[in-house]
């Protein structure tokens, strides 16, 4: 079993709009605004393994969402961040879908319409 080591990765930011719903990443210190409001950051605060449920197939990562995704209390993306760059996927409330990653090590983050933020280490 591989894993990475998180210390060693980049740092991204994410930005929820609540207006809109748009999804902003970046990899440094940066002032974003969306539909004339400026964004705070979303707060990945800790680990969690109770709303993702992972599966690993040849190059592939299956993700299960166990969250129950209603238009108050959705997950509004999950990302796959790698040590060199980051893959979004954007949800939308009462879409219970599966997705599917590149089989990489690193971590899935993934917001809710909150502004909570979780992540789960991802190993091979």
């Known amino acids: 079993m591989l894993s990475v080591d998180l210390k060693d990765m980049k740092t991204f930011s994410y930005f929820v709009c609540p207006d809109c719903g748009s999804v902003t990443v970046s990899s440094s210190s940066v002032s974003v605004s969306c539909c004339s409001k400026s964004l705070k950051p979303c707060l990945i605060s800790s680990e969690d393994s109770s709303s993702l449920a ?21 997950i509004t993306f999950v990302a796959l961040e790698t040590y060199d760059g980051v893959i979004l996927r954007k949800l939308y409330p009462e879409w219970n879908e599966s997705l599917i990653f590149p089989k990489r090590r690193g971590r899935l983050v993934w917001g809710l319409s909150s502004g909570e933020g979780y992540y789960l280490k991802v190993s091979m």
């Open 54 to 74: 992972l599966k690993v197939e040849d190059d592939e990562l299956f993700v299960s969402i166990n969250h129950p995704m209603t238009k108050d209390d959705y």
